[in-house]
């Protein structure tokens, strides 16, 4: 069945440091891809999408961008602010299916 | 922004009780899910809900659970005995409109089994 996989957690960093966290994915159709985003205390929130192969979704600072050839969609940003504390899940949704897999998330914590 | 409302947010119960968990989707929604997140632990589907019935449901949705949508604006989800495992965060999330492949989460009912 289809699957997520994120990298392991907690990352910790500090403010205006530089964001990875890997995403790859197994499906056996053609996947839109989602980053959502948990802050404490609050529900799942989208924080961007792909549809196709090479699109790149944006949002608030952060990107990724949909690569077919390594089943990934790395979650990038360039300068991380205390803010951005939270939980981040990567997720699919298969064509004609509208559930949505998701990974185990990423708690991130930027320092001051 | 619309959003979508969950109540309440904290359920205790005992094990072997029925409980009702209520959402409040996006108005304009047509699709209606529930997922759960034990602690630690992934989030998990468990079912969807198109024009009034059931268009999916994972292994975890079994006969101990089922959903409703009594009136034009609520979607429940009933766990009819509870059990210890069924402890959880339920999120429910509705889609529809121009975004239709975008699931707007509420912020969850933590379900705790005793």
């Known amino acids: 069945g289809d699957s997520v996989t994120q990298m392991e957690g907690p990352v910790t960093l500090s403010e205006e440091a530089f964001l990875t966290i890997n995403c790859t994915y197994t499906?056996?159709?053609?996947?839109?891809l989602f980053w959502y985003v948990q802050y404490p205390g609050e529900g799942l929130q989208l924080l961007l999408k792909?549809?196709?192969?090479?699109d790149k979704g944006s949002n608030k600072g952060f990107e990724a961008t949909y690569r077919k050839e390594t089943t990934s969609f790395h979650l990038e940003k360039g300068s991380v602010q205390v803010s951005d504390s939270a939980v981040y899940f990567c997720?699919?949704?298969?064509?004609?299916?509208?559930?949505?897999?998701f990974g185990q998330g990423t708690r991130l914590t930027i320092n001051p | 922004e619309p959003e979508v409302t969950q109540t309440p947010s904290h359920q205790v119960t005992q094990m072997g009780q029925e409980v009702i968990l209520r959402c409040v989707p996006i108005?304009?929604?047509?699709?209606f899910y529930w997922y759960r997140q034990i602690l630690g632990q992934k989030v998990e589907f468990l079912v969807s809900?198109?024009?009034?019935?059931?268009?999916?449901k994972s292994e975890i949705f079994d006969d101990q659970f089922s959903v409703e949508r009594p009136d034009g604006s609520n979607f429940t989800l009933k766990i009819r005995s509870t059990k210890l495992e069924d402890s959880a965060m339920y999120f429910c999330?509705?889609?529809?409109?121009?975004?239709?492949?975008?699931?707007?989460f509420g912020p969850g009912t933590r379900l705790t089994v005793l």
């Open positions: 499906a056996t159709g053609y996947p839109s």
């Open positions: 809900f198109y024009n009034n019935e059931i268009s999916e």
């Open positions: 999330a509705s889609s529809g409109g121009q975004r239709w492949d975008e699931q707007f």
């Open positions: 792909a549809t196709k192969a090479d």
């Open positions: 997720a699919l949704s298969d064509l004609g299916a509208q559930k949505l897999v």
């Open positions: 108005s304009n929604h047509l699709y």
